[in-house]
């Protein structure tokens, strides 16, 4: 018997294109406050090499290259954890159309 074959729905797979499209601006824009010869992937803590100020010039970065504005809740301390997270919560947020990464 051949094993099934799921395909996953077409926003699943957009989903994942969108978080990675969202881990590479994250790394592009942290990188910068990082201190350099850190490894920069997907569970690069963030939370414990950034302060406070440096997460709030992340946000307006972010803002500024996607050109948007981030509501009060959309971005907040558990979401630096590592650039994953944080990437995930960028694609968990509805922005319009064109300001997408």
Same mark, same amino acid.
């Given at each position: 018997?051949?094993?099934?074959?799921?395909?996953?729905?077409?926003?699943?797979?957009?989903?994942?294109?969108?978080?990675?499209?969202?881990?590479?601006?994250?790394?592009?824009?942290?990188? /910068?406050?990082?201190?350099?010869?850190?490894?920069?992937?997907?569970?690069?803590? &963030? #939370?414990? $090499? *950034?302060? =406070?100020?440096?997460?709030?010039?992340?946000?307006?970065?972010?803002?500024?290259?996607?050109?948007?504005?981030?509501? /009060?809740?959309?971005?907040?301390?558990?979401?630096?954890?590592?650039?994953?997270? &944080? #990437?995930? $919560? *960028?694609? =968990?947020?509805?922005?319009?159309?064109?300001?997408?990464?």
């Amino acid at each position: 018997m051949r094993p099934r074959i799921v395909a996953l729905p077409t926003r699943k797979w957009d989903k994942i294109a969108m978080a990675n499209d969202y881990q590479t601006l994250v790394v592009d824009i942290v990188s /910068p406050f990082l201190e350099s010869g850190v490894d920069l992937s997907g569970r690069t803590p &963030l #939370a414990e $090499q *950034l302060d =406070s100020l440096e997460m709030v010039q992340v946000i307006l970065a972010l803002e500024g290259r996607l050109g948007c504005r981030f509501g /009060p809740t959309d971005i907040q301390f558990d979401h630096f954890e590592t650039i994953d997270t &944080l #990437a995930r $919560q *960028l694609a =968990s947020i509805r922005l319009p159309n064109a300001a997408r990464a």
